[in-house]
């Protein structure tokens, strides 16, 4: 793989750029946050896995070239993002069906989320976001190196050093948060918070998917 990366002052400007752009929480550290916070550190690591899944199959596409028709055809990059809001107004739409108040006025356990349908949701909720294709199109093309070949090598070398980096940082902050969460999940009525809280960021992704271009 290190004959594919770029000569070493490109490499570490991208490692410098790469760590920036993470440095700033956004929408993925969100989601993760959020699933470690109403589900549990597993949850939050399988989302963080599945995030991380969708985001090398957009560094295969850039490669291949498939993002760049993507980015140029308004109409499939409309259907993807749509179809990437549904799916969050789903997932938002099924958090808050969950988080009913027991008899006794307290919030039940919340049912359990299976391992697949955890990595799942993350791969389906990045693949289904056409913004990252773009993002990897327009990052990076900047970081090859014109005097080695092929640059569609190193455009997938580049990428996989970035989702690696992803993450690191994205299972970081589920580590945290479900630590933090942990003291409070004890509590019934903490549990609905959270679990209605959850809810409401995946509709605010939602409507962020398709308000902000």
């Given at each position: ?15 410098g750029?790469?760590l ?8 993925s550290v969100?989601y993760?946050?959020?699933r470690?916070?109403?589900h ?5 690591l ?13 560094v295969l596409?850039?490669?291949l ?9 308004p109409v499939a ?12 107004v789903?997932?938002?739409v ?7 108040p027991g008899?006794d ?7 359990p989320v299976?391992?697949w349908?955890?990595f799942a949701?993350?791969?389906?909720v990045?693949?289904?976001?056409p913004?990252?294709?773009v993002f990897f199109?327009?990052f990076?093309p ?9 640059a569609a090598g190193q455009l ?6 970035f989702?690696?980096l992803a993450?690191a940082?994205?299972s970081?902050?589920?580590v945290?948060a479900a630590?933090l969460?942990a ?14 809280a959850?809810g409401?960021v ?12």
């Open positions: 793989m290190t004959a594919l990366l770029p000569s070493t002052p490109l490499l570490l400007a991208f490692l750029a790469t920036a752009t993470l440095a700033v929480p956004g929408p969100l993760v946050v959020t470690s916070t109403a549990g550190r597993r949850a939050g399988l989302s963080m896995l599945g995030l991380e899944t969708g985001a090398a199959l957009h596409a850039a490669a070239g498939l993002a760049a028709l993507l980015a140029r055809s990059f409309d259907a993807v993002r749509w179809g990437g809001a549904a799916y969050l789903w997932l938002g099924r958090e808050l069906r969950t988080a009913r008899t006025g307290d919030a039940g356990t919340p049912p299976g391992r349908r955890l949701d993350g791969v389906l990045d693949v289904l976001n913004k990252t294709a199109l327009a990076l900047q970081f090859v190196d014109p005097g080695r070949s092929p997938a070398a580049l990428g996989l050093v989702v690696a993450a940082v994205d970081t902050y589920a945290l630590r969460a003291r409070w999940r004890a509590s019934g009525r903490v549990r609905l918070v959270m679990s209605r959850a409401g995946y509709l605010a992704l939602a409507g962020a998917a398709v308000v902000v271009r």
